[in-house]
Nanobody, 122 residues
Framework: QVQLVESGGGSVQAGGSLRLSCTAS????????MGWFRQAPGKEREVVASISPAAAIRKYADFAKDRFTITRDNAKNVYLQMNSLKPEDTGLYYC????????????????WGQGTQVTVSS
């Protein structure tokens, strides 16, 4: 079964950086879209960024453009580099996998990790 394990979360001050990692296993990683989502307390889960199987296409939420970068490697790792972090970036960040096309709707992504907490203080 698909396994996704996130790491790299933590607490930083506003303006700081974090690099999230997601290690995938037990599926044909090279054929899947990979994505990062986040969920703040009391809010719905939202897309942050996604990357196509061959990394040719990268999509970002408006709030992530120019600050966050999604990448993937052939060793089944997906990364989210987050710079210039803001307090509103605080939340639980999830890695997700999708064998179909990318979508901003988290409900269409079938596979999820457990999440890693990101806390940004002002």
């Amino acid at each position: 079964q698909v396994q996704l394990v996130e790491s790299g979360g933590g607490s930083v001050q506003a303006g700081g950086s974090l690099r999230l990692s997601c290690t995938a296993s037990q599926f044909t990683y090279g054929y899947y879209w990979m994505g990062w989502f986040r969920q703040a307390p009391g809010k719905e889960r939202e897309v942050v960024a996604s990357i196509s199987p061959a990394a040719a296409i990268r999509k970002y939420a408006d709030f992530a453009k120019d600050r966050f970068t999604i990448t993937r490697d052939n060793a089944k790792n997906v990364y989210l580099q987050m710079n210039s972090l803001k307090p509103e970036d605080t939340g639980l960040y999830y890695c997700a996998a999708n064998p179909g096309s990318s979508s901003d709707d988290y409900k269409t992504w079938p596979y999820w990790g457990q999440g890693t907490q990101v806390t940004v203080s002002s």
